[in-house]
C-alpha cells in the first residue's frame, strides 16, 4: 500500500549554470578581445589640437635617454621622435638637440632638457607637441642601466667606430666614466655602447646626436634580423621590465614588426634645423621652426592647410620675437653645441658612410685569423683593456669646451 505520508516528489530541474557560466566567459572573451584590438600601436587617441600636424595612419613615439642620478630627478640628455609609417614601410628618426630653446608650460623659455627636470615625461611630452606641432601617440623612457641591459638582450651590436674615443672622468657620480674606443668595426655590448653614445668631442651635442642616430640604425638592423626575430618576444619582455612606457606588449610587438617591414627602405633621420646663439653667457640652440614643421609635415606626409600654417607663422614669430637683442653668434672656437655640416660636407659625409658600409658588410663575413691586435671589443673584453702597444690617450687641451668629454 503506498504511503501517503510522504511528501510529494519534485520535478527535476534542468542545470542551466553551465550555460550562464558558457555565455560569461563568452562575454568575456568578447570584452578581452575587444580591448586587446583596441590597444593598437596605431590607434589615435585624438588628443591633438586644431593646427597641428596630425596623421591618422601613422604612429609617433617620444623617446627620452634620461640622465637620472640618486640625489636629482635627472634630464632628458637624449630626445627623439620615432614616426612609423605602415602603410609606406618607412621609419624616420627626429633628434633634438638637448640645448634647443624652447617654451616650456610655467617655466618660459629654457633649454628643452630642463622640462623633465621641471615636469617629468608629461611636461616633456607637453612641451615636446607645442614645439615640433605634432601630437605624440605613445613615450618611451630609458636611462643608462636600462640602455645597457636592452643591448646586451640583442647581443650587442655591431658599429663601426669612425676615430678614436678617449675620454676619463673618475668623479662621475655612477661610478666613475671611462670612454676608451679605437677606430674600426666593434661588437658592442651594453656598456660599452653606452661610452660611445656618450661621447661628445669638439665636434659639440650635435656630433654625438650623428653618433646616436648611426647607433640606432644598427639597433634597427639588429632587432630585424632573421636571427632575432624568434627572440623578439623574450626580448621586447626584457624591454618593457628595463623602460618606462605606456606601450603595451602587443603595441611593442607591432613596432618591431613595423620597423622589420621599413627595414628595407631604411631608417630615416633628421635633427631640428637651427643656429647657435648665446643668450646672457648661455649657449642655445636656436630652432628653425619654419623648416623644422616643414620637413615633419613632408616626413608624415601631410599638406598643410591654413590653420596648420597659421599655427607655424604664430609658433615661428614667438620664438624669433622672444631672441633678446644682445644674443650673439656662437664662435666656432666654441664646441659645446657642434655645428649642422654643409651641404657639401653632407653629401660627403652620406657618400663616405656608404662606402663604409659596403666595406664593412664585407669585413664583418671574414673570420680575424689572430685576435692579438684587434680593436673589437665583447661583453667578456671592456673598451678599458685595449691600451696595450699603444701611444698615450689623447687628453683635452684647455680652451676646448666639451672635447673629448662623455656626458
Known amino acids: 500500500m503506498r504511503n501517503t505520508n510522504l511528501p510529494p516528489r519534485r520535478k527535476k530541474r534542468k542545470k542551466i549554470w553551465p550555460w550562464v557560466l558558457m555565455f560569461l566567459a563568452f562575454v568575456a572573451a568578447a570584452l578581452a578581445g575587444a580591448l586587446f584590438a583596441s590597444s593598437s600601436l596605431f590607434d589615435k587617441n585624438g588628443h591633438g589640437e ?141 656598456k660599452t655602447a653606452v661610452t660611445y653614445v656618450r661621447y661628445r668631442d669638439e665636434e659639440g651635442d650635435i656630433g654625438r646626436i650623428g653618433r646616436q642616430q648611426k647607433f640606432m640604425k644598427a639597433v634597427m638592423d639588429k632587432v630585424t634580423s632573421p636571427a632575432i626575430i624568434p627572440q623578439l618576444p623574450t626580448i ?39 643656429r647657435g646663439l648665446y643668450i646672457e653667457g648661455i649657449s642655445y640652440w636656436i630652432p628653425d621652426v619654419s623648416k623644422l614643421r616643414a620637413t615633419l609635415a613632408d616626413t608624415l606626409g601631410i599638406t598643410m592647410n591654413a590653420s596648420m600654417r597659421s599655427a607655424m607663422e604664430r609658433a615661428n614669430h614667438e620664438y624669433e620675437s622672444s631672441i633678446p637683442a644682445n644674443a650673439t653668434p656662437i664662435p666656432s672656437s666654441d664646441t659645446s653645441l657642434g655645428r649642422l655640416p654643409s651641404s657639401a660636407e653632407s653629401s660627403k659625409s652620406k657618400k663616405k658612410s656608404m662606402e663604409s658600409s659596403r666595406s664593412d658588410t664585407a669585413s664583418s663575413s671574414r673570420k680575424e685569423k689572430s685576435n692579438s691586435d684587434s680593436t673589437s671589443t665583447s661583453p667578456s673584453t671592456p673598451a678599458a683593456t685595449e691600451e696595450k702597444n699603444t701611444s698615450p690617450a689623447p687628453t683635452p687641451s684647455p680652451g676646448t669646451g666639451t672635447a673629448g668629454k662623455g656626458i
Not at 161 to 168: A, D, P, Q, S, T
Not at 243 to 260: H, I, N, P
Request: proline content about 3%.
Open 236 to 274: 621586447i619582455k626584457e624591454v618593457l621590465n628595463s623602460v618606462k612606457t605606456d606601450l603595451s606588449l602587443k603595441q611593442m610587438l607591432e613596432f618591431a614588426g613595423a620597423l622589420k617591414d621599413a627595414q628595407q627602405n631604411g631608417l630615416k633621420t633628421d635633427m631640428v634645423p637651427g
Open 50 to 190: 586644431d593646427g597641428m600636424l596630425t596623421a591618422k595612419d601613422k604612429t609617433t613615439v617620444m623617446i627620452m635617454g634620461v640622465d637620472e642620478r640618486d640625489d636629482d630627478v635627472g634630464r632628458s640628455d637624449t630626445l627623439m621622435i620615432a614616426t612609423l609609417d605602415p602603410k609606406k614601410k618607412q621609419a624616420a628618426l627626429l633628434s633634438i638637440p638637448r640645448d634647443t630653446r624652447v617654451k616650456i608650460k610655467g617655466h618660459g623659455f629654457d633649454k628643452i632638457n630642463a622640462a623633465y627636470a621641471y615636469g617629468g615625461h608629461k611636461l616633456t611630452q607637453d612641451t615636446v607637441e607645442k614645439f615640433i606641432g605634432v601630437p605624440m601617440d605613445h613615450y618611451v623612457i630609458i636611462n643608462i642601466k636600462a640602455f645597457q641591459r636592452i643591448i646586451d638582450a640583442l647581443g650587442g651590436i655591431d658599429i663601426n667606430v669612425e676615430k678614436r674615443m678617449y675620454y676619463e672622468d673618475p668623479w662621475d657620480d655612477d661610478g666613475g666614466l671611462l670612454i676608451n674606443l679605437r677606430p674600426g668595426m666593434q661588437h658592442m655590448d651594453g
